[in-house]
């Protein structure tokens, strides 16, 4: 038997506590019914919908590594114009939660899973998850400048931990995180006026792009799982 509450933020993009708060909206059956509340106990055969969708029978997990094309927002729902992740139907249908989000001009490796608690963990900065990125930009980084992204910089009241940063040729760069702040390349680049022109990512942890084409999706390997689980 589990707590209904911690069923969803296994199989879901939500916290326990959003769990209680969906379960409190409505947003949640049990067998056709609303719960009477985040306490109720399910067991295997009880189905659990959560805004129409089944989430039953989810103890099969699965782990997916996607490649994110350009011009696509990493969301669901209203893109006002834009597309997002629900032009793919397996997403649109399954909404899984997601590791790894990229901005609408970024291109790269996002991981999937329907195991709610693996995807809060990669996403907690205290994990140091890697995150790798090959960085093209319109000059090239001064010695000194290179030497400060390596340290640490603050950018408009934001600081950004000490990086990896590798000149790969010209205008390209090696960038590997152990954090994820929102549009955090481009302001850690910017902070010196320097504009990132292409901005790819291409492993988290010990999962790499291989051989994905922009909106294709693979299974973890083995030796992944191993790693990353």
């Known amino acids: 038997m589990t707590r209904i509450n911690k ?44 805004d129409g969708n089944d989430i039953s029978g989810a103890e099969d997990y699965f782990y997916w590594a996607f490649y994110k ?13 834009k597309d997002t992740l629900e032009i793919y139907p397996f997403l649109r249908e399954k909404k899984p939660a997601y ?3 990229l901005d609408y001009d970024s291109e790269g490796l996002i991981i999937f899973s329907n195991d709610g608690d693996f995807i809060r963990r990669l996403q907690r900065a205290e994990e140091k998850v890697e995150k790798e ?53 481009r302001h ?23 051989e994905l084409q922009p909106g294709e999706f693979r299974e973890f390997s083995p030796k992944e799982m191993r790693e990353m689980l």
Not at 146 to 174: A, F, N, P, T, W
Not at 188 to 210: A, C, T
């Open 7 to 50: 069923y969803l933020a296994a199989r879901s993009q939500l916290s326990r506590r959003d769990a209680d708060k969906a379960i409190e909206e409505g947003r949640v059956r049990v067998n056709g019914k609303l719960p009477e509340g985040p306490w109720v106990q399910l067991s295997e055969k009880d189905k659990v919908t959560l």
């Open 99 to 101: 590791s790894g989000r």
């Open 133 to 185: 990125y090959i960085v093209t930009v319109n000059r090239v980084l001064k010695k000194g400048e290179m030497d400060d992204l390596r340290k640490g910089i603050v950018y408009e009241g934001i600081r950004y931990r000490e990086c990896i940063v590798e000149q790969h040729s010209h205008d390209r760069y090696q960038v590997v995180l152990h954090e994820g702040k929102k549009r955090q390349i």
């Open 69 to 81: 094309p350009k011009s696509v927002l990493t969301a669901y729902g209203d893109g006002h114009g």
């Open 188 to 210: 850690m680049f910017r902070n010196f006026g320097i504009r990132v022109k292409k901005l790819k990512r291409v492993r988290i942890g010990s999962v790499n792009l291989n």
